[in-house]
RNA sequence: GGUCCCUUCGUCUAUCGGUUAGGACGAGAGAUUUUCAUUCUCUAAAGAGGAGUUCGACUCUCCUAGGGACUACCA
């Protein structure tokens, strides 16, 4: 076999918003090409002209963009090998299918939608094939002129490649080895619709990949069934020689239960299934996306690659774009179906996060606050970024009970900042840790901290340190917990001298006088 | 139903005939701690079952069981 560039190809139908899965299939031939020095192609997959969703395109693109996934050529890539948009490439199909007719390899079919459906009632796994297709009504069972005539009288007609049986068909697959399949069970593949005038995904994506000369086909697994009908068209056109290889993926299936992912699990499960926000034009309905969520494309590229692959020993599961292409290696990819782990995203995400420096927080950070009406200057938000960041949030579990994690996301981090920037209204005696500590002396405690805090003029960390430490030593207590109170109204929060600095001497003060005043 | 694919800790996986079966997430325990966390340390946790092949099988073969995909004028 002949060296050949690597080249190879994400070809998506634009029907909707791109399922994760997707993106794991587009992640490995990025990674595919680009650790081979090949071209990455994108190409539009519209055969089916009933099932275009407009966006949807716009929506893929956007989503490569946004996870920094690059193409070399495609659809909105440029390149020479275009156009690539399969609706853009009618009269090239045409040809090939002639082709197909001419050498006696596919024939010309009548029945219509409803005569197979009523075949199918009639007789138990029917299927168009060699057993069947001389009872059917076609170019093989009508004469030349009573084909010309339906079609000149205007009856629409599909091109079935017309498949030999009883021959053992091999396709070689990168991740799979050797599969054996025999033509026999292979039904007469329908290529061409008169209909629309275009290909069905079978002739279309041979054509395709022969004419833009792709190398490797790496695609999901329900494709493993339909590759030797692939080779068998590589055959009949007579371009065997230059056959890509193939490898077909595990999918990716439910975290519970069984079966694979499905675009409705996310939302059921609580988790995003699509890289962006979705909005269907139809019904209206939103979608879920990563991005949208709080995720760093990093965190869900690192996480996505390691679905049905894994470095073994030779790295860390930290990996950037470039690591993974470093590493990847497409023959190592697992045989069998991966469950979609969300914990471990969300564990991803929290990696990312913490290794962004406090001021790439900030945007964000300043939007979700916004949200709660606070406004405040970019230096103060990244102080409290710096003090947060590392903190716990409660939330809710699939399964409905409450739990608590580190911080994941930036818009995890505003419902536990709002005492910076306002002070507790309010005390709910009920709470645990108020409960725990305030005790019936604390208040007198804390109106004599007030007038230590008074005394200190240099109110910094280490100004307030100097001073409040030897006094805690001194008077023997443990005013932590309840200054918390005061400041935070809760047992949350950073470090309690580095919060009183943040908010400066008044504040602080002010806010224990006024829990003085309601707690009494 | 038919065809094909798959089967190592709860999850993702490493191992390419000889290992105390390794790592990561998750779980549990402990240490640290000015709250909640973080961090650190430790622990538990796996070769679906049965036959072969072999000096020796997680690794090769077969059977069984289980899971998955496909079976459209959809991709």
């Known amino acids: 076999m002949q060296e050949r560039k690597v080249r190879v190809r994400f070809a998506p139908s634009p029907t909707g918003p791109l399922h994760i899965g ?10 595919f090409a680009k650790q081979h020095g090949g071209d990455f192609i994108f190409r539009i997959e519209d055969t089916d002209s009933t099932r275009f969703v407009p966006g949807a395109e716009d929506y893929i693109i956007e989503s490569f963009r946004w996870l920094g996934i690059t193409f070399d050529e495609g659809v909105s890539f440029g390149g020479n090998h275009g156009p690539y948009r399969q609706s853009e490439r009618r009269d090239i199909y045409k040809q090939y299918v002639k082709q197909l007719l001419d050498a006696g390899k596919a024939y010309i079919a009548f029945d219509t939608p409803e ?6 009632e009639e007789i138990d796994n029917f299927q168009y094939d060699a057993t069947t297709r001389l009872q059917m009504r076609n170019s093989l069972t009508l004469s030349s002129e009573e084909v010309e005539a339906l079609i000149q009288s205007g009856h629409q007609y599909v091109v079935r490649f017309k498949i030999e049986p009883g021959r053992d068909v091999v396709v070689d697959d990168i991740i799979r080895g050797r599969v054996v399949i025999n033509s026999s069970i292979l039904d007469d593949k329908v290529l061409y619709k008169s209909a629309d005038e275009l290909p069905t995904y079978h002739l279309a994506n041979i054509v395709d990949d022969h004419l833009m000369e792709v190398s490797h086909v790496i695609r999901g697994e329900e494709w493993l069934p339909s590759a030797p009908l692939h080779v068998l068209l590589y055959e009949a056109f007579g371009w065997a020689d230059t056959m890509p290889r193939f490898a077909h993926l595990s999918l990716l299936l439910k975290p519970v239960g069984n079966g694979k992912l499905s675009k409705r699990d996310g939302d059921k499960l609580g988790f995003p299934v699509f890289p962006l926000e979705w909005h269907d034009p139809k019904s209206g309905e939103v979608s879920s996306g990563y991005r949208e969520q709080g995720y ?10 390691l679905l049905g692959w894994n ?8 990996m950037s774009l470039d690591d993974l292409v470093k590493y990847f290696d497409l023959s190592k990819c697992s045989k069998n179906g991966a469950k979609f782990d969300y914990v ?22 300043t939007d979700v606050l916004a949200q709660y009406g606070i406004a405040s200057t970019p230096e103060r938000m990244a102080e409290v970024v710096r003090m947060m960041k590392q903190k716990v949030i409660e939330y809710q579990t699939p399964q409905g009970e409450t739990k608590k994690r580190n911080v994941s996301f930036v818009s995890d981090l505003m419902p536990l900042c709002r005492f910076f920037f306002e002070a507790p209204a309010d005390f709910n005696r009920e709470d645990k840790f108020i409960k725990k500590n305030w005790k019936e002396s604390t208040a007198a405690e804390m109106a004599q901290f007030i007038d230590v805090l008074q005394t200190v003029t240099d109110f910094t960390v280490e100004g307030l340190k100097a001073v409040v430490d030897p006094w805690v030593e001194q008077a023997g207590l443990r005013p932590w917990n309840p200054w918390r109170i005061c400041l935070v109204g809760a047992g949350l929060g950073p470090d309690m001298y580095e919060l009183a600095a943040f908010l400066g001497k008044d504040e602080t003060i002010r806010r224990m006088q006024y829990a003085i005043s309601k707690l009494g």
């Open 311 to 318: 470095p073994g020993e030779a790295h860390d599961e930290m």
């Open 22 to 31: 997707g993106v794991r299939t587009a992640l490995y031939n990025y990674l």
């Open 296 to 305: 760093l494309p990093q965190a869900v590229v690192n996480f996505l690659a």
């Open 344 to 365: 471990k995203a969300q564990w991803f995400n929290h990696q990312y996060l913490l290794q962004q420096t406090d001021e790439a927080w900030v945007p964000a950070f």
């Open 115 to 120: 005569e197979l459906n009523a075949k199918r």
